[in-house]
């Protein structure tokens, strides 16, 4: 029973991640119907930063909550102008091209970011300080539930109310909603789209560092590649909870989480990745609408 | 009734819980010009699509009746199985290969009356070639049926629209239907070119023996060409007969210009 | 001055960006700090010049691409027209021909290589560049061949001369396998889930360990042999190198016919509109089928071919990136042109190994490029340009009725 709880538990953490990470897919393709393949590598650009910044704090003797904080504020505002950036390159200029042509843009732009940390940096793995301090009074369940982890579910559940908060009862949540619901409408109801979408990649990216920077801190070592990875299963569970669909995401997310750590932690562990690939192309071919998701009908 | 060659009984869809079509009868005669008309959002292009395989109807029959053939019942078929027992169409938003040449599109028209496969492709054997040079024939004399020799290797997105629609025609008269169903093909054309579709639609249906369902919101042209008119709201059939018994219809006027 | 304004400013705006990553590194177990500050002076200049060159790239753009097309260019002249096609092909083949003799055994290698991209960017281009499905994970296909000939010549012997059409069918069994329920679906979910299935296959090739060997790979893989007879290493070389010119040539020659038929008119009329071309009474499953078998075959193929050239394959050989590398070939030599593919796949192949300093930047290069196609040069290098038939025969004749 302990070990049912350690793996839900864990499950629980892998899914918040997740989650932070599939809402930047979810509310893209919500808006601009682009699966944002260059997502994955602004999660793997905000743990990179956090590593620096908070080397450097730590060798300037900083030390505790003020380097987590401050390097996570870095991360964030890094991330936000990687994604404004990207967008304005690599997708904005294809608003009208044929469907394929920003998917192409979106991958070639994915493998060159990959490699631009590569060469910038290092093709190793970096050991990435534990930053997420270790709470006392976690300490009688620490063999169950660390406390980076509990700070992790925490972190992504206070992220997933402001947000819900944003969309919902914001004038720019309102026009984000009314974007994704009909594009040329918006824009005639004298919404400016093109910020709109700029804003969305802005906050995509931002929730994708929050990501990247605690799952860092908490599995401790990162490298170029832990984008990609990241970024598809991310996709994965925003496609299984319905992509365009916030909560969608946030339960796709989970359930994608406790499968994986369920299935590793009962079946095998050799074949992590295997059991999320294979769940995608399960999802996609049977329910490719997703748990929340509604089928569309073409217009003819 | 024997000379019927499509025959819709009761024939409903619903979208959730809103009925976009709801128990309409129509019916084509052999060799008949038939309208169905009424206004934005009645239904129109959604009957289109069900009898066009594209929408699976929730109730009622769909009977094709191909000249010299038993009726046959083709709700929930593919629309590419629909198309190669001989009812064809064409689309509101045109839809033509853009960057293929007209030509080519035509000759896509040709695919369901054709047969080579990869390895005829391949190996390019004397009957895939006669096969090649027909189809090429064919939808050359499509092109000029429907007057668009001078566009016959541009690309279809570069033709003008009016050349557009026509095309349309074209590539649908390529599948050799019994049955050809346009979806308002008048829409966006001036004047000089709505008369000039007018010309074209009684011409293929002389020189084809076809019978044709369209849609339309042109009342000049509906009028013009049409045999028997059907008129649909809010996806209900309000009435049905020949153009002039339509212009006359309470029911009709009521749809069209609101109570009073 | 306008222009000027904004050009500082956007290299201003790459300076921040790229501050962290670029300028700054650290050794977190030695504690120090690296500053490379002529990194920043780099981007800044560098930055400035792109976005001019940007700005009037743009410019162009907008200006309206049709002049272009209008013009009939070289490549078609040389393809279409007999006089230029002949001599041309054929000063091709000689030199083909005489190549491996008077150059080293490396470069030959690094040819076959180049070569075996030209094939998978001519069979991916049949998926891609024609049918118009996004296929990301090729690779696998390829995998299933090299695997195929691998397996079959460990445990049972099997020779490559066996091998090569089962690869081949493997791959074609393969890719009908995955495209049955795959290819339904939308063009984005269908190259995540191509994406997933290549994953997978990966995956499996280096946990399986009693099937595949896991990530150790299959090692001694027996030399192609010449009407029985065995081949020394040097020989074998040369000898791949043929057998892949050959191939090439037959690819060349069956998609060329593939695309000007019936099946490769409604590939092309697939791509353009899904919902029209079943409409015109095309099997919509059945078309992306052929297409996609047809793609999974020549990467079976091939993968049999590279499985004999290097002798030693696991499954580092068959990652996404291959996919990616393959796809780039495609996208940047113009979507459904035959030369435009081989071109790329010579440039991108052959031109990092001959610049050494430049092979470090190939996949950041690719990235970038694959970005700057699809912004500034959507139909690639070499625009694929439609068939035109004649007719004025046709016409007379029946004039003179």
């Known amino acids: 029973m302990e070990y049912f709880f350690e793996l839900f538990l864990g499950g629980l953490t892998r899914g918040s991640i997740y989650a932070l990470i599939a809402l930047g897919y979810t509310m893209v393709y919500g808006i601009i119907e682009l699966i944002n393949f260059a997502h994955g590598e602004i999660y793997m650009i905000g743990a990179f930063t956090a590593l620096i910044v908070a080397s450097l704090l730590t060798m300037a003797g900083m030390d505790g909550m003020a380097v987590l904080a401050l390097s996570m504020v870095v991360a964030i505002i890094y991330a936000g102008a990687y994604g404004f950036t990207i967008e304005k390159i690599a997708y904005k200029p294809l608003r009208q091209a044929p469907r394929l042509s920003p998917l192409i843009s979106a991958i070639g732009m994915s493998i060159f970011l990959q490699n631009y940390v590569l060469l910038a940096q290092t093709s190793d793995f970096l050991p990435f300080p534990s930053l997420i301090p270790e709470f006392s009074f976690m300490e009688p369940y620490e063999h169950v539930f660390s406390s980076s982890e509990l700070v992790i579910v925490v972190v992504t559940a206070v ?142 | 009734m024997a000379d019927k060659v499509l025959d819709v009984k009761a024939l409903t869809k619903t979208f959730g819980g809103l009925k976009a079509v709801d128990s309409v009868d129509l019916d084509v005669k052999k060799g008949e010009i038939v309208a169905l008309i009424g206004p934005n959002g009645a239904g129109k292009t959604t009957f289109f699509n069900c009898i066009t395989g594209i929408y699976t109807p929730t109730e009622g029959d769909v009977l094709i009746i191909p000249p010299g053939e038993d009726p046959e019942r083709i709700n929930g078929l593919k629309p590419n199985k629909i198309t190669s027992k001989g009812m064809a169409r064409t689309f509101q938003n045109i839809r033509l290969f853009g960057n293929m040449t007209a030509l080519e599109n035509v000759m896509v028209g040709c695919h369901c009356r054709t047969k080579a496969n990869i390895i005829g492709a391949i190996f390019r054997g004397p009957s895939t070639l006669k096969e090649e040079r027909e189809t090429i024939q064919k939808s050359y004399d499509l092109l000029k049926e429907v007057g668009l020799t001078e566009f016959v290797n541009e690309q279809a997105k570069n033709l003008p629209y009016g050349a557009q629609r026509r095309l349309e025609i074209a590539r649908a008269m390529a599948t050799d239907p019994f049955l050809l169903l346009l979806d308002e093909p008048a829409a966006g054309m001036n004047p000089q070119e709505t008369r000039d579709l007018d010309e074209l639609i009684t011409k293929i249906r002389e020189d084809y023996e076809l019978s044709i369902l369209l849609i339309e919101h042109d009342m000049k042209l509906v009028m013009n060409i049409s045999d028997r008119i059907f008129v649909v709201d809010y996806g209900k059939k309000i009435a049905e007969g020949t153009p002039r018994e339509i212009k006359d219809n309470p029911a009709v006027i009521k749809a069209y210009l609101g109570e009073d | 001055m306008k222009n000027l304004k904004q050009s500082i400013l956007i290299s201003l705006w790459f300076i921040f960006l790229t501050f962290p990553l ?380």
């Open chain 1, 159 to 300: 992220s997933m109310l402001v947000l819900t908060y944003l969309i919902k009862f914001t004038k720019m949540g309102k026009a984000m909603r009314a974007s994704a619901q009909d594009r040329t409408m918006a824009m005639l109801a004298g919404i400016n789209v093109n910020r709109i979408i700029s804003t969305t990649f802005i906050i995509g990216s931002t929730l994708a560092a929050v990501g990247g920077v605690l799952i860092a801190s908490h599995i401790g070592q990162i490298n170029f590649y832990i984008g990609f990875i990241a970024g598809i299963k991310a996709f994965t569970a925003a496609v299984l909870g319905g992509i365009g669909s916030i909560p969608g995401a946030v339960l796709g997310s989970l359930v994608l989480g406790w499968t994986e750590s369920f299935a590793t932690g009962y079946v095998s562990s050799d074949y992590e990745d295997v059991f999320a690939f294979t769940l995608l192309v399960l999802i996609l071919i049977f329910r490719p609408a997703g748990i929340l998701g509604k089928t569309k009908t073409q217009k003819v």
């Open chain 3, 22 to 401: 670029m300028v700054i590194r650290v050794n977190t177990v030695e504690q120090e700090v690296e500053w490379r500050w002529m990194n920043m002076a780099f981007i800044g200049v560098g930055t400035f010049v792109c976005s001019y060159i940007w700005r009037y790239l743009m410019a162009r753009k907008e200006k309206g691409g049709n002049e272009e097309e209008s013009k009939i260019s070289w490549h078609q002249t040389l393809t279409t027209e007999k006089k230029y096609a002949i001599p041309a092909a054929a000063l091709i083949l000689v030199i083909a021909f005489i190549f491996p003799h008077i150059v080293t055994e490396y470069r030959i290698n690094t040819m076959i290589s180049a070569l075996i991209y030209v094939v998978l960017g001519l069979g991916l281009n049949i998926v891609v560049g024609l049918a118009g499905l996004l296929d990301l994970g090729y690779v696998a296909f390829y995998a299933v061949g090299a695997y195929s000939y691998a397996l079959l010549n460990h445990h049972f012997g099997l020779s490559f001369w066996a091998c090569l059409p089962l690869g081949a069918l493997l791959g074609a069994f393969f890719g009908i396998l995955l495209g049955i329920p795959v290819l339904r679906l939308r063009g984005d979910y269908l190259a995540i889930v191509t994406l997933g299935f290549g994953e997978i296959i990966r995956l499996i090739l280096e946990n399986w360990n009693e099937f595949s060997f896991g990530p150790s790979g299959i090692a001694n893989i027996s030399n192609p042999t010449f009407f029985g007879q065995e081949i020394s290493r040097s020989g074998g070389i040369l000898f791949i190198y043929y057998l892949m010119i050959a191939l090439v040539i037959f690819t060349i020659f069956v998609v060329n016919r593939l695309q000007n038929s019936r099946l490769g008119r409604s590939w092309v009329a697939l791509r353009e509109d899904e919902i029209a071309c079943q409409a015109m009474g095309i099997d919509r499953m059945k078309t992306k089928l052929a297409a996609f078998a047809l793609g999974a075959t020549w990467a079976g193929m091939v993968g049999v071919i590279f499985a004999a050239k290097t002798s030693f394959i696991n499954p580092a050989s068959f990652t996404f990136l291959e996919s990616a590398i393959i796809l780039s070939i495609v996208v940047l030599g113009g979507m459904g042109s035959i030369l435009g593919v081989i071109l790329a796949a010579f440039v991108l192949i052959l031109l990092p190994e001959e610049l050494r300093a430049f092979s470090e930047y190939r996949m950041l290069i690719f990235g970038a490029s694959m970005v700057l196609m699809m912004v500034f040069r959507p139909q690639g290098i070499i625009a694929n340009v439609r068939r035109s038939y004649e007719y004025h025969g046709l016409d007379r004749a029946e004039e003179a009725k």
